[in-house]
Nanobody, 124 residues
Framework: QVQLVESGGGLVQAGGSLRLSCAAS????????SGWFRQTPGKEREFVAA????????YYADSVKGQFTISRDNAKNTVSLQMDSLKPEDTATYYC?????????????????WGQGTQVTVSS
């Protein structure tokens, strides 16, 4: 079992930045690919970014390329999402996910482990 806890969400003005963190506990987190998803009320959860277990490869949704950066620190069992130049349309609940397979995290919504989410609100 892997437990994931997100933090770092909040209210920010458009153009600002936030850094989300996902702290993992349980099984060796370094064995798992990880990612971030987001969801707004009434809409499906959507993929944002993913990173392989080693951190060697990253994947992004087209909507956030060049704006968000995913990274991980396996020594600290954390995955982070640096969000810059935020826009009101980035407002959502952001979820951390983990799975043994990067393909599952990067191309599906079927990751084995999920956090509870952290709210990000971008005001115009």
């Amino acid at each position: 079992q892997v437990q994931l806890v997100e933090s770092g969400g909040g209210l920010v003005q458009a153009g600002g930045s936030l850094r989300l963190s996902c702290a993992a506990s349980g099984r060796a987190f370094s064995n798992y690919a990880s990612g971030w998803f987001r969801q707004t009320p009434g809409k499906e959860r959507e993929f944002v970014a993913a990173i392989t277990w080693s951190g060697g490869y990253t994947y992004y949704a087209d909507s956030v390329k060049g704006q968000f950066t995913i990274s991980r620190d396996n020594a600290k069992n954390t995955v982070s999402l640096q969000m810059d130049s935020l826009k009101p349309e980035d407002t959502a609940t952001y979820y951390c996910a983990a799975d043994e397979a990067i393909a599952v995290v990067a191309t599906t919504k079927l990751a084995t482990y999920w956090g509870q989410g952290t709210q990000v609100t971008v005001s115009s």
